[in-house]
C-alpha cells in the first residue's frame, strides 16, 4: 500500500514537472511548481507517518516513573516528529516563493500585457 502511495507522489510531482517545463503560460508555470511543492510534502509526511504511532510527546511527570519497559514501548509507537517540522518548515518558505512568483508574474504582465513567456521574449527589444 505505501509503495502505491509512494508513487502516487511520484505522479504528482511529475504532473507538476510537466507544468513547469512544458507550459508557456507564467501562471501554469507557477502552478506546475507549487504542484511540486506539496508532491514533496506530501512525500515528506507519508515518511513520518505510523499506523498505531502516538504523538511524540512525553511530560516531565511521565518521564519520573517511567521504567525502562514503557520508555522503549514509547520509543517504538512514537512518530518521528522530523518530517512534521521539515513539512512546517517548508510551507512557510513555499508561501513567500509562491509570493514572490506571482508579484514577478504580475510585473511582467503589467509591462507586457501578457502571461506567454514566448511572447515575452519576442518582444524583447
Known amino acids: ?49 505510523r499506523v498505531g504511532g502516538t504523538a511524540p510527546i512525553l511530560g516531565a511527570a511521565d518521564a519520573d516513573g517511567v521504567d525502562r ?24 518558505i513555499s508561501l513567500g516563493s509562491l509570493a514572490l512568483m506571482i508579484s514577478i508574474c504580475i510585473r511582467t504582465y503589467e509591462k507586457y500585457g501578457t502571461f506567454d513567456i514566448t511572447e515575452i521574449r519576442r518582444l524583447r527589444g
Open 69 to 92: 519497559v514503557v520508555a522503549d514501548h514509547f520509543l517504538a509507537t512514537a512518530v518521528d516528529p522530523l518530517p512534521q517540522a521539515l513539512v512546517l518548515t517548508a510551507i512557510v
Open 1 to 49: 500500500m505505501n509503495a502505491m502511495l509512494y508513487a502516487l507522489c511520484l505522479l504528482l510531482f511529475m504532473i507538476g514537472l510537466y507544468c513547469a517545463v512544458v507550459k508557456k503560460n507564467m501562471v501554469k508555470i507557477v502552478l506546475g511548481i507549487v504542484v511540486m511543492e506539496y508532491a514533496v510534502n506530501l512525500f515528506l509526511i507519508m515518511l513520518g507517518y
